[in-house]
């Protein structure tokens, strides 16, 4: 079974960058695409981005493309998203998820997701 630890998370200002990063073990993540949700407080868990299995696919939410990129590297078993030009509405709590079925091309819908991380804190400042 597939684990995931999210880190990078900090408080920043706005217009600044992060770059968070997704860690997986106990198990090869390199036949499954995976995707960055956010949680901002009193709201629902939302698609930021995903990655196909291979990382040579990926799609964004419309209020992160052209400041958010994601990316995989399946030797190390990384997931990564970095942002630039933070917004204070980028505030929220990130998780990183897996796919539940093979060769998935990073999906924006959470019920195709089977392993969650436990999210890192990222608050903009203003």
């Known amino acids: 079974q597939v684990q995931l630890v999210e880190s990078g998370g900090e408080l920043v200002q706005a217009g600044g960058s992060l770059r968070l990063s997704c860690a997986a073990s106990g198990g090869s993540i390199s036949r499954y695409g995976m995707g960055w949700f956010r949680q901002a407080p009193g709201k629902e868990r939302a698609f930021v981005a995903g990655i196909s299995w291979r990382g040579h696919t990926a799609n964004y939410a419309d209020s992160v493309r052209g400041r958010f990129t994601i990316s995989k590297d399946n030797e190390k078993q990384m997931l990564y998203l970095q942002m630039n030009n933070l917004e204070t509405i980028d505030t929220a709590i990130y998780y990183c998820?897996?796919?539940?079925?093979?060769?998935?091309?990073?999906?924006?819908?959470?019920?195709?997701?089977?392993?969650w991380g436990q999210g890192t804190q990222v608050t903009v400042s203003s």
């Open positions: 998820a897996v796919e539940r079925n093979a060769y998935g091309l990073g999906s924006r819908r959470r019920i195709d997701y089977g392993t």
